[in-house]
């Protein structure tokens, strides 16, 4: 294939050893077409290990956190269930102490079939008035994550049921009560000593 040299009109320079099947502008067609070869990157870097570290504390958060978690939310839903059942035969259950026993009784024996197991657990009706009742329990529940000791965490779980008066509906909302701070809710006696 012969060569010759070419010249760029517009540049006036002539291009060295360009080919006639090329146009005028073949050098500048060679230096733009060419390819960057770059070094493939190594399959295990910086980025796959902080990656792979994210994934395996992800893990392990699931693994300790998340049964306790939903354990929480399942006692809950008994709590609620509970509350639903009282409030809707509330005056014949305001009216007999044994059912309300029996209640208290058959709420434990929900929340045990759940997984929780402590010993130490505190489960309650309490009835301030005719308009104002409380459903809740306390216990321990312990997370034990794959590594490391069993930690324990006390939820304290509380159901109120409020109605504006007799013949009226209830409305109820649980909440979590924090032990520690129990009493700050109370109003204070500025005369007291």
Not at 65 to 77: D, L, N, Q, S
Not at 101 to 108: A, F, I, K, L
Not at 161 to 178: I, K, Y
């Amino acid at each position: 294939m012969p060569t010759h040299d070419c010249t760029l009109a517009e540049h006036g320079r002539p291009f060295p050893r360009c080919d006639r099947r090329r146009t005028p502008t073949c050098a500048y067609n060679q230096a733009v077409n060419e390819s960057v070869q770059y070094k493939k990157p190594r399959k295990f870097n910086i980025v796959v290990i902080v990656m792979l570290a994210v994934l395996i504390s992800g893990g392990y958060l699931l693994w300790s956190y998340i049964p306790a978690y939903f354990r929480k939310g399942e006692v809950m839903r008994v709590l609620d269930e509970t509350s639903s059942e009282f409030t809707g035969k509330a005056s014949r259950m305001l009216a007999e102490p044994k059912l309300v026993d029996q209640m208290v009784y058959e709420m434990r024996n929900k929340i045990n079939e759940l997984g929780i197991n402590d010993p130490n657990s505190e489960y309650w009706i309490e009835i301030d008035d005719d308009d104002q009742i409380r459903f809740g329990v306390l216990y321990s529940d312990w997370i034990e994550p794959p590594f490391g000791e069993p930690r324990e965490v006390v939820n304290e779980l509380e159901i109120l049921c409020t109605r504006p008066g007799r013949g009226a509906g209830w409305t109820c909302e649980g909440r979590e009560l924090d032990s520690a701070n129990i009493g700050d809710e109370l109003p204070v006696d500025p005369n007291a000593p």
